[in-house]
Each structure stands twice: as structure tokens, then as C-alpha cells.
């Protein structure tokens, strides 16, 4: 009976324990209205648990609340990447890494990567394509609080055709990979695209994710001819939606990206030689471009090291300059913009170097960080719960310790992350 009585005590206050609110006050110095694209001055945020309860310039402080002072600071929300591959990143040898290497050795990495994507203020990450369902069980062990790291949207399996970029090109047709049915994600004809957008959102696919042209980091020969017919991409799409899914495609190419934006995809990547038609095309439709502009600076210089045959390196010499170009042009011209940095091909947690140069390519420094705050919410589907700081919204916040908009490159050194109220990074 007394133990009866110890245990029930216990549990009683373990259950006051939970249900108290716990409260934070956070100070801001310099406040960053993503929503109304202004800066706000002396603001302060209420945080209970996970949420925003409150933003103002004066709050009457619960008595209980914990203060983080962050008054000589540029508070804003927090990052968001549409565009990572955070379970890997070159080992530093080309042919090791395709031949060497399995999921499982992947997944014993992968925790270190979603890490680092955290401490450099990415709250949240749309993850577009891994092997073996790693991101999956990246994704799960994160939220439940296993390991520390973004709040992860993941792809499973990119989706591709036979030859295609998300094929395995230029090696002997005698050496055979056999991955289990629907783990390769290569998939031909309209039945079987349909079939692995099933199985990739059985395994847990939050978006779904295909190769709609060639593409550079790979051996086949063009860099933007289609790998996929209308009628495929079209059922891609569908496919996707019914199962309540976004579509995003990988597109290089000028034909491949009018083709994709017409079977209705939420957004084109890279889209590097986007035409005149192919810009007005997607204005029209609403499609946002996620253009990892940054990473020409990237492969580059590094990648002759990291073993890359010259075959790829020179379709990146050929693609890099236009890629730019072309992402000024779409931003003159109005087309919604995503932030999204392909990670994976650089190192992680680097993802903040590419505001840089989305800012010498047309946008300004307000609208890069709207593009990595509310757009990237938008395109992914979670702007009722993320991609501002307002009351309702998860407290995914992030501090750095100058202006952005008159210093951009002040984002590549976050000192302060929350995510979901907790704090992971406080310098
Ligand atoms: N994953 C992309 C591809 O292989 C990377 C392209 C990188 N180059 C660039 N200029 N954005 O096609």
C-alpha cells in the first residue's frame, strides 16, 4: 500500500511536471518581419514550450520565464534549405564513394551532417533524395529527439529513368547493382513511375522527387536534355498529389523545365538554362525556382580533388555561369524564389555561403532571407507552423550579431538557434 501511495505521488507530480508551461522571453536588438519585409526595432518574443505565444515591444514578463538576452542582435526566423542531400557528401574519392560504400556506412554519418545543418541555423530542411531510407530514419530519430538536427522533409528515393541522372552511368553493363525492388528509384513507362511514387510514400516520403533532365555531378552526356516524357512527368505528378504530395524536379534543361512545370510541379531545381518561355511559364503557374547557385564556386575548386572524372567537371564548366544568369533573369522577372543549396555537394552546415551570391544575382538581402524563411515555408507546406516569427508559429528562431541586410554574409555565422523552443546553439 505505501508503495501504491510513493508511485501515485510520484506520477502526480511527474504529470504536473508536463503540463507546466515553460516560458521564455527572448530580447531582440533587431527583429526580422520576413512576413511585412522590415526590421523591426527592441522587440520581444514570448516562447511557451515549442511556440511563439506572443511578439511585441513590450510584454508583461511571466514571473517564471527564463530571459535570453538578445539585444545586440539581429534576431530572425529560422533557415530553411528546400534543397540538401544532408545524409552524405563526398569521401574524397569518386569511385570509393560509388563503390566502396553502402547505406548502412552513410547512416553511420549522417547524424554528424544534420548536426552541423542545425548549428548553422537551419531549422528545417527539405532533404531531396538518399539511398537506402536514410532520411528516413534521419527524419525519425530527430523528431524523436535521438539526435540533434533540422526538422527534415524527406524524398526517399530520387526518381529517374533508365541512363538518367539518377541512374549509375559510364561503368561496365557486367557490373551489376542490386538494389531491392523500388530501392534504386530508377523506374521507366508510366505504370512503374506511379508504382515508385507508391512505394516511396509507403516508405515515408514527405515530397516527392524526379529527374526531369540530365544532370552535371553524373556521366551520362547532356546536362539538360529530358530523361522523361510528358506523359511520365504528368503521372509523376498526379501520382504525387493524390497521395497529397508535392512534386519537385531536378532541371537543368530549358525543354525539360517547360515539361515539368506543366505536368505541375511545386518547384524546378537548378534550373539552369531556363529559357524566356520557361521563366514566364513558371510566373504563370506559381512554380518556385530553387537555384543552388553557390555551388559552381564549390565544385569547381575542389571537386579535380575529390577524384571527379574531367567529363564532369566540364559540364559544370559549362553550366555554372549561365546557371546564374538565368537566376538573375527569373528573379527580374517576378518567378518566385526558394532558398536551396543542394548540401551534400559542399560540405555541411556551408549552406548560409550561398545568400552571397544570391545577392550579386538579383535579389536583395531581404529577399534571399524571405526566400530561405517564408517562401521556403510556402514551397513545402509548413507555413502554418514555421518560416516567421509570430504568435501560433513553432519557435524556430536564430540570432547573428550584425544586420544582414546591410551584411549578408553575417548569416554564415549564426550564434543562436532554437528550434521548436529548444535552444541548441547560444554563443
Ligand atoms: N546535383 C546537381 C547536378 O548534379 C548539382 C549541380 C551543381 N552545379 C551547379 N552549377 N548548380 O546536376
Not at 43 to 65: C, F, G, H, L, T
Not at 225 to 240: K, N
Not at 317 to 335: I, W
Request: with cysteine.
Amino acid at each position: 500500500m505505501r508503495k501504491f501511495i510513493t508511485t501515485s505521488i510520484l506520477l502526480l507530480f511527474a504529470t504536473i511536471g508536463f503540463c507546466q508551461n515553460k516560458s521564455t522571453i527572448i530580447k531582440a536588438g533587431k527583429l526580422i518581419d520576413v512576413e511585412n519585409g522590415t526590421v523591426l526595432l527592441n522587440q520581444m518574443i514570448w516562447v511557451r514550450n515549442d511556440s511563439i505565444i506572443q511578439v511585441a515591444n513590450k510584454i508583461n514578463i511571466p514571473k517564471e520565464a527564463t530571459i535570453i538576452d538578445l539585444s545586440k542582435y539581429t534576431v530572425l526566423p529560422g533557415l530553411i534549405d528546400c534543397h540538401t542531400h544532408i545524409t552524405s557528401q563526398p569521401g574524397g574519392d569518386y569511385y570509393a564513394d560509388i563503390f566502396r560504400k553502402t547505406p548502412v556506412d552513410v547512416a553511420i554519418i549522417a547524424h554528424i551532417y544534420a548536426k552541423k545543418t542545425l548549428e548553422a541555423g537551419f531549422t528545417s530542411v527539405r532533404d531531396l533524395g538518399s539511398a537506402g531510407l536514410v532520411d528516413i530514419a534521419l527524419r525519425n530519430a530527430i523528431n524523436n529527439g535521438d539526435i540533434v538536427g533540422p526538422n527534415m522533409y524527406a524524398a526517399t528515393m530520387f526518381i529517374g529513368s533508365t541512363g538518367s541522372h539518377g541512374d549509375l552511368n559510364g561503368f561496365s553493363p557486367y557490373l551489376e547493382f542490386n538494389a531491392p525492388k523500388g530501392m534504386s528509384g530508377v523506374a521507366n513507362g508510366v505504370d512503374a513511375v506511379r508504382a515508385q511514387v507508391r512505394f516511396n510514400v509507403k516508405n515515408g516520403a514527405d515530397v516527392i522527387k524526379f529527374g526531369a533532365s540530365a544532370g552535371v555531378l553524373s556521366e551520362e552526356e547532356s546536362v539538360g536534355g529530358p530523361q522523361y516524357s510528358q506523359e511520365e512527368m504528368d503521372a509523376i505528378v498526379s501520382e504525387a498529389k493524390m497521395w497529397g504530395k508535392k512534386a519537385a524536379a531536378h532541371a537543368h534543361g530549358a525543354e525539360a523545365i517547360k515539361m515539368a512545370v506543366k505536368a505541375g510541379v511545386a518547384s524546378i531545381e537548378h534550373g539552369s538554362l531556363v529559357d524566356a518561355e520557361g521563366i514566364q511559364l513558371m510566373k504563370a503557374k506559381g512554380t518556385y525556382l530553387v537555384s543552388d547557385v553557390y555551388d559552381d564556386e564549390y565544385i569547381l575548386s575542389e571537386y579535380s580533388k575529390l577524384g571527379y572524372p574531367d567529363k564532369i567537371i566540364n559540364k559544370e564548366k559549362m553550366v555554372g555561369k549561365l546557371q546564374r544568369e538565368n537566376f538573375q533573369k527569373a528573379v527580374e522577372a517576378g518567378v518566385k524564389i526558394a532558398f536551396g543549396t543542394d548540401a551534400g555537394v559542399y560540405p555541411h552546415g556551408w549552406n548560409a555561403r550561398q545568400f552571397k551570391w544570391m545577392t550579386r544575382f538579383g535579389l536583395s538581402p531581404m529577399g534571399a532571407i524571405q526566400a530561405a524563411t517564408i517562401n521556403a515555408a510556402d514551397l513545402i507546406g509548413i507555413k502554418e507552423k514555421t518560416g516567421s516569427i509570430k504568435a501560433g508559429k513553432k519557435a524556430d528562431i536564430i540570432a547573428v550579431a550584425n544586420n544582414p541586410i546591410d551584411e549578408i554574409s553575417t548569416l554564415e555565422q549564426v550564434q543562436f538557434v532554437m528550434k521548436n523552443g529548444v535552444v541548441y546553439k547560444n554563443n
